[in-house]
């Protein structure tokens, strides 16, 4: 999503990451909410439906919307082949994205809770795939993640980083960054301001990223000072200082 973001951008390899804890730990009601909702422009969070997880369980309706729009806190990445307690990435997908995208989420929660390990997690999603279970969008349509900040792999290195890096999620399954002629650089920032692909899990899961702007981002972090206070208080793996853990 380049929550993840990044969590793979196409062609590129993506180092194991460090193994942590595998039993979740729940975030408290109200503060996992506003990190869910931030993840959408603050004109739409009103309107838009929420998921909060339930580590023992799953995720579970927190609130409907009217809007379309459904939002969470990802804590299982499937495509990574690790379960760990320290991943947190705020996203929302539009009425398409939440029909297909957005269930393969829920269902991974699902699947964690009930058990299932990381390399059984990652096989069982890429069945689904395969048989036709999950399918990709049949419309255009995008993912919000316009958060303040997240925690999940990224650039430079694509290990993980507790980061802030407001962006926009395109549906483009199929599409490769050879297609759109994109060369991004991790090492280089200026190579991400302008369109690329990121290859979550399968060509099923690729989109187009769209970092928003310098002076787009500064207003985010500007506005959502209180909630990154609050994220750092909650814990310290969410403080922004702390690039790498």
Known sequence: MLAVILASVASLAVSPI????????????????????????????????VYLLDPGKGYHLSRQGTNGIACLVERTVWEWADLRDDVYVPLCYDTAGAKTYLKVIIDAAALRAQGMDAAALKAE?????????????????????????????????????????????????????EDIGAKPNLADHASLAYPFIDKQGNAEQSYFIQLVGETEKAKILADEKSLIDDLCAYRNVLCLAHEKH
């Not at 959408?40 to 838009?48: E, H, K, M, S, Y």
């Not at 792999?153 to 802030?164: E, F, I, K, V």
Request: glycine share 4%; no cysteine; charged share 20%.
């Open 18 to 49: 460090r193994a942590a804890a595998t039993t979740l730990e729940p975030m408290p009601a109200p503060l996992e909410t506003r990190f869910a909702l931030a993840a959408v422009p603050p004109a739409l969070r009103d309107q838009a439906t």
């Open 125 to 177: 999603v890429e069945k689904r795939y395969k048989n036709g279970t999950y399918k990709p969008p049949t419309k255009p349509g995008l993912s919000y993640m316009v958060a303040p900040l997240m925690r999940a792999l990224g650039p430079p290195d694509m290990r993980l980083h507790t980061m802030a890096m407001p962006h926009l999620m395109f549906y483009a399954p199929g599409v490769s960054n």
